[in-house]
T-cell receptor
Framework: AQKVTQAQTEISVVEKEDVTLDCVYE???????LFWYKQPPSGELVFLIR??????QNEISGRYSWNFQKSTSSFNFTITASQVVDSAVYFC??????????????FGAGTQVVVTP | EAGVAQSPRYKIIEKRQSVAFWCNPI?????LYWYQQILGQGPKLLIQ????????DSQLPKDRFSAERLKGVDSTLKIQPAKLEDSAVYLC???????????FGPGTRLTVT
C-alpha cells in the first residue's frame, strides 16, 4: 500500500505566486520521520527538511515553510513568492523507526512545480 | 566535503546484456543505499548496507540484480541480464547513520533497448 501520497501531479504558477504541495502519509508507528526533497532538472535529489513525529512545530526557512499535522497525517510544504529556480519535482518521504525499516525512505510519487516568469 | 559520487552517468545497453554501476559515498558514512527511480515515479529502495553488511534487500530482484560493498566504502550494483523494464535512474545515497538526512549522488541513467 502507498504510504506516502502526493495527490498533485503538477502545479503551474507564475513567478511570485505562492504554491503549496500536499503530502499525506500512512503509518502505524508512533515514531517516524518525514522528509522533503527537491529534484531539479539536473536530477540530483536535494534534502530540504526532516521532521520527527514528536515535533509538530511548523518550520520556516526563508521562502520555504512546512506545516505538520499529525491529526490529519499531513506534512505540507509551501513556497512563498515562487521563483523560476523553484521549478523542480518535489518529493515527500517517510522513514519508519522500526528495526526492519531502519533509515529506509519511502517516497511519494512527487509533484512537478513549474514556475513561469 | 565531497558529495556522493556515481559512475557512469549514462549507460545504454541492449536487453540481456549486463551492466554495473559504481558508488562512492561521503567519507565516513556507514550507511549506503541504492534506489531505482523509474520515470515519473519516486525513488524505490533496492538495497541498504550498513558498513559492508546488508540491512535490507527485500525489494532487490535477486534473480538479476546483485550488489556488494566491499570494505564498507565503495559499492557496486550489477544487473545481469538486463530487461527493458530496468530502464531507470539508479541513485546512490549515504548517511552517517540512523534517520539522518540521506545525501544523494547524481544518479546513473540506464536505458535498455
Amino acid at each position: 500500500a502507498q504510504k506516502v501520497t502526493q495527490a498533485q501531479t503538477e502545479i503551474s504558477v507564475v513567478e511570485k505566486e505562492d504554491v503549496t504541495l500536499d503530502c499525506v502519509y500512512e503509518t502505524r508507528d508512533t515514531t517516524y520521520y518525514l522528509f522533503w526533497y527537491k529534484q531539479p532538472p539536473s536530477g540530483e535529489l536535494v534534502f530540504l527538511i526532516r521532521r520527527n513525529s514528536f515535533d509538530e512545530q511548523n518550520e520556516i526557512s526563508g521562502r520555504y515553510s512546512w506545516n505538520f499535522q499529525k491529526s490529519t497525517s499531513s506534512f505540507n510544504f509551501t513556497i512563498t513568492a515562487s521563483q523560476v529556480v523553484d521549478s523542480a519535482v518535489y518529493f515527500c518521504a517517510l522513514s519508519e523507526a522500526t528495526t526492519d525499516s531502519w533509515g529506509k525512505l519511502q517516497f511519494g510519487a512527487g509533484t512537478q512545480v513549474v514556475v513561469t516568469p | 566535503e565531497a558529495g556522493v559520487a556515481q559512475s557512469p552517468r549514462y549507460k545504454i545497453i541492449e536487453k540481456r546484456q549486463s551492466v554495473a554501476f559504481w558508488c562512492n559515498p561521503i567519507s565516513g558514512h556507514a550507511t549506503l543505499y541504492w534506489y531505482q527511480q523509474i520515470l515519473g515515479q519516486g525513488p524505490k529502495l533496492l538495497i541498504q548496507f550498513q558498513n559492508n553488511g546488508v540491512v535490507d534487500d527485500s525489494q532487490l530482484p535477486k534473480d538479476r540484480f546483485s550488489a556488494e560493498r566491499l570494505k564498507g566504502v565503495d559499492s557496486t550494483l550489477k544487473i545481469q541480464p538486463a530487461k527493458l523494464e530496468d530502464s531507470a535512474v539508479y541513485l546512490c545515497a549515504s548517511t552517517s547513520g540512523g534517520w539522518g538526512e540521506q545525501y544523494f549522488g547524481p544518479g546513473t541513467r540506464l536505458t535498455v533497448t
